[in-house]
């Protein structure tokens, strides 16, 4: 591993804002708003999501490849205005978004590959060739052009790079992040 879930705890912990949440299980609701009728009264309101509660702050998303496709175009217009139109349960309304979204996501395959989209050896494709990224990490173009940077953080064999890491890591059990408040 690169640590990037424990990347992400870190970001989280080290900002006065933030929300962390998993892309896998997550629905559009979750990661933008939802509308639910309040158990005693039944009228309708809104239940935020983690887009809306970061505003002002940082969103970790973790396993960011695993939120389904259709979920995944809720989040288009909260990345890109930083807002949200809200028309649900005759509610209409418009929240901010204005979050850092930071994501992590697994390459297709468990490695990054050339052979991923019909690249192979020979064909001058590589993981920095223009289009192939979005291939890789099987997240359309669209979506992942709403990130203003895209780091390729890649798992390289080497002893003494996993003793660090793997020591930064428990580092961070054993002394961890104090909060702040």
């Known amino acids: 591993g690169t640590a990037k879930s424990q990347f992400l705890r870190y970001a989280a912990k080290v900002s006065p804002r933030s929300v962390l949440?998993?892309?896998?299980?997550?629905t559009s609701a979750g990661l933008t708003v939802t509308a639910v009728r309040e158990p005693g009264t039944g009228e309708w309101m809104l239940d935020a999501g983690a887009l809306v509660l970061a505003d002002g702050g940082i969103c970790c998303i973790d396993e960011f490849d695993g939120i389904r496709e259709h979920d995944r175009g809720a989040i288009h217009e909260a990345m890109e205005q930083q807002t949200?139109?809200?028309?649900?349960?005759?509610l209409v309304c418009t929240l901010d978004t204005r979050a850092t979204v930071l994501a992590a996501v697994?390459?297709?395959?468990?490695?990054?590959?050339?052979?991923?989209?019909?690249?192979?050896?020979?064909?001058?494709?590589?993981p920095n060739d223009e289009g192939a990224l979005p291939i890789t990490v099987g997240i359309a173009s669209p979506l992942l052009s709403r990130f203003d940077v895209v780091l390729t953080l890649l798992d390289q064999r080497n002893e003494d790079w996993d003793r660090q890491l793997s020591s930064f890591i428990l580092n961070g059990y054993t002394h961890p992040v104090k909060d702040s408040v």
Request: one cysteine or more; charged letters at 10%.
């Open 21 to 26: 949440t998993t892309g896998i299980g997550t």
């Open 106 to 126: 697994n390459p297709k395959c468990g490695k990054i590959s050339t052979e991923i989209g019909g690249g192979g050896a020979g064909s001058g494709s590589s």
């Open 84 to 90: 949200l139109s809200v028309a649900k349960a005759g």
